[in-house]
Nanobody, 126 residues
Framework: VQLQASGGGLVQAGGSLRISCVIS????????VGWFRQAPDKEREFVGV????????WLADSVKGRFTISRDSAKNTVYLQMNSLKPEDTAVYYC????????????????????WGQGTQVTVSS
């Protein structure tokens, strides 16, 4: 399984950005695609997750009401729509894929994911 994240960039506070994650080589047993972010000198943190193929989403409290996750199964693509961005949202955003993270109840733990994309930088200026 390979993941390719894209769409990051520089945006002003209050702005919006949509980043994408294309998944290739997927197996039918994948159950979750998660979004994580990592700011300099901070640990990687959970942003949200979408179940696959069901499409149910869960978001971290810090982004709830501002971010949404969606997926296009036909394109094997997951999107993270980010609105009302804040400077504290600045980070490298990663998508990750796993066969059992959701089933095990570990979907918010980055160590539970087997496959990772390369990350895309999101910078929010004040």
């Amino acid at each position: 399984v390979q993941l390719q994240a894209s769409g990051g960039g520089l945006v002003q506070a209050g702005g919006s950005l949509r980043i994408s994650c294309v998944i290739s080589g997927r197996t039918l047993t994948t159950d979750a695609v998660g979004w994580f972010r990592q700011a300099p000198d901070k640990e990687r943190e959970f942003v949200g997750v979408v179940s696959w193929p069901g499409g149910t989403t869960w978001l971290a409290d810090s982004v709830k009401g501002r971010f949404t996750i969606s997926r296009d199964s036909a394109k094997n693509t997951v999107y993270l729509q980010m609105n009302s961005l804040k400077p504290e949202d600045t980070a490298v955003y990663y998508c990750a894929d796993d066969k059992t993270a959701l089933h095990r109840g570990e979907e918010r733990n980055p160590r539970s994911y087997e496959y990772w994309g390369q990350g895309t930088q999101v910078t929010v200026s004040s």
